[in-house]
């Protein structure tokens, strides 16, 4: 355990003791970045920072240091603060230099006030991100970032949440919501129970899964603009002060920075939004609407803000895996697993093989599959995915969505999406950008890196697809094919080149393209599927289940080597029916 968690808990007095130091050398920025990269590499001192992702807002202390796992799900546009000001005391005249990085509120002493006048403040530019937590997270995954954390947290008392108390109507329809949500999307009773294990370890440590949350004073509620519905967690705006140009949308990260949920900026915002109903703002001197102020300047309780102190990408969200995919820690687990490679293939596959019902041709397949990885671009082509088609699969059985919950206990990130006529022609699926509020509206296909995408086509019914499902259907399309989502812009598309594992369900042969189409044939026919496969799960060892996790994740990430003979033969592109 670090000694003296002053770093942690008072991140601040530390900059600024660094600042007076140094000031005015430029130096003092880098000197404080590398002061916590060093104690952050400090034994188990990674796990002693509060996530997140895991504690709950009210039980972590304002100004502290915190980390938070998430995607990028829009970026707004720079804003400028006071990175130095001086406070002078109005009694003696007494000057002292602040700085103002790493604060959404200038702070002074007592008895003192910030001089706007002053030659010496400087005035500097930060990035604003809109994070949320990555969107299909396993719970299996959550659950075993929580259990790393050695992070002591209790309830503060410096911070009161500034929104209403619900009553208890509001929070059984809050508690039923999710559950319809994901009812909907399954296309069957209960399907697309995408968090269902686990969460109720987890309620008090989540935000509500709901999207749309009140607050007084608003004539509409915040919508935190999750990719999918019946999602939990924080959504939080982190400001980045250097380097942000190697951040963009949907990319993962790891972010450690100060907390800042000063229920000031509450009331800050309250004001500025009662002065412009009010006219009382000179419209020259206000450059956002009020609806763009209301997006961009949520309540603190509900969205937090985090200055960033270090931020990199992450190339999963396995946390079986070192985080560095060139670490020399990440090196060296690579070497030892892979020793152990052949043998763990041959388990996964006997295991697959129970679970398709004797299949074992399929099996192969599932497991080339879920390893896929787009690993180039050739022009327009990705090299290296591998979307899947499974079809007969038995209709109005609780097939399909047992074997989702058993690849989503395998996987770090998953969505089951099912296509019943209702959703496809109802669900937002790629994203759109509101220029009213100037916002990105996010969709079901805004997904991060090497999620996968499990789309049940036996959901389908007769009917008639609308103009939405036909260009819900058209995106699907291009996401199989082109590993591309052509985000909306109104008045122009924008490719967003993405990494998706699709893997579709079918009775025939799907409607939507594929790179290999395998017909399923049962050597099984077990007399209660959901027993079966429900004791598949249970027999299956928990050190067993965590090496195909490795497997899985592991050789998405290892370098391979095609020899020249190899290429001589093979094809530009294969498409398969088996």
């Keep these: 355990m670090p000694s003296a968690h002053d770093w942690i808990n008072s991140p601040l007095s530390v900059v600024q003791g660094i600042f007076t130091q140094n000031s005015p050398n430029p130096e003092w920025e880098k000197k404080v970045v590398e002061y916590f990269k060093e104690k952050l590499k400090e034994n188990d001192a990674r796990s002693w920072v509060p996530s997140l992702n895991d504690v709950p807002l009210h039980y972590l202390k304002p100004n502290s240091l915190v980390k938070f796992r ?27 230099l602040r700085s103002g990085k790493y604060r959404d509120v200038a702070e002074c002493g007592p008895q003192q006030e910030v001089d706007l006048n002053s030659s010496r403040s400087v005035t500097l530019e930060r990035q604003t991100f809109y994070c949320v937590p990555i969107p299909g997270e396993s719970p299996w995954a959550k659950e075993t970032y929580a259990s790393a954390s050695q992070a002591r947290v209790s309830p503060s008392t410096s911070y009161t949440p500034c929104r209403r108390k619900r009553s208890y109507e509001e929070d059984e329809d809050m508690d039923m919501q999710p559950s319809k949500q994901k009812d ?16 109720s370890k987890r309620l008090e440590t989540e935000a509500p899964s709901i999207q749309k949350n009140s607050v007084p004073g608003c004539s509409s509620p915040i919508d935190l603009n999750f990719p999918l519905p019946g999602e939990k967690g924080p959504a939080c705006l982190v400001k980045v002060y250097e380097e942000w140009e190697g951040f963009k949308v949907n990319d ?18 309250e004001e500025r939004d009662n002065a412009a109903s009010a006219s009382l703002l000179d419209p020259m001197d206000c450059t956002e609407t009020a609806e763009e102020q209301r997006v961009h300047s949520p309540p603190a309780s509900l969205v937090p803000r985090l200055h960033v102190v270090l931020a990199h990408k992450l190339d999963h969200n396995n946390p079986l895996l070192p985080t560095g995919l060139t670490t020399q820690e990440h090196q060296s687990f690579v070497s030892s697993f892979l020793s152990e490679v052949t043998a763990v293939r041959a388990e996964l596959l006997g295991f697959f093989t129970h679970v398709l019902l004797g299949d074992s041709l399929a099996a192969e397949y599932l497991i080339l599959h879920l390893i896929s990885n787009v690993y180039a671009r050739r022009d327009v082509l990705p090299l290296g995915k591998f979307a899947l088609n499974l079809s007969g699969c038995p209709r109005n059985t609780a097939y399909t969505e047992r074997l989702y919950r058993i690849i989503q206990q395998i996987v770090p990130s998953s969505f089951r999406l099912g296509m019943s006529l209702h959703n496809m022609n109802t669900l937002r699926f790629v994203p759109h950008k509101d220029y009213t509020a100037n916002r990105l509206v996010s969709g079901v296909l805004q997904l991060p890196r090497n999620s996968s995408l499990f789309l049940d086509e036996t959901a389908l019914e ?55 189409q395998v017909h399923l044939q049962p050597q099984l026919a077990p007399p209660n599927m959901e027993e079966y496969l429900s004791a598949l799960q249970v027999a299956l060892m ?6 195909f996790r490795l497997y899985t994740s592991l050789l998405r990430t290892v370098e391979y080597g095609i020899s020249e003979e190899v290429t001589k033969v093979r094809p530009s592109r294969v498409l398969c029916e088996v």
């Design 184 to 199: 909907q999307l399954s296309g069957l009773p209960g399907g697309a129970d995408s968090q269902a294990s686990g969460d």
């Design 462 to 516: 007769q009917g008639q697809l609308d103009a939405s499902g036909v260009q819900n259907l058209t995106a699907l399309g291009n996401l199989i094919s082109w590993q591309k989502v052509d985000y909306d812009f109104n008045f122009h598309q924008m490719e967003f080149p993405c990494n998706i594992n699709v893997l579709i369900t079918s009775e025939g042969r799907s409607l939507l393209p594929s790179d290999c």
């Design 542 to 547: 928990p050190s067993l289940l965590n090496k």
């Design 252 to 269: 993962m990260l790891e972010v450690y920075g100060i907390l800042s949920a000063d229920p000031v900026l509450s009331v800050l915002n």
């Design 70 to 96: 998430c995607m990028v799900q829009d970026m707004f546009d720079p804003e400028f603060y006071m990175g130095v000001y001086e406070t002078v005391d109005p009694t003696s005249k007494a000057r002292v």
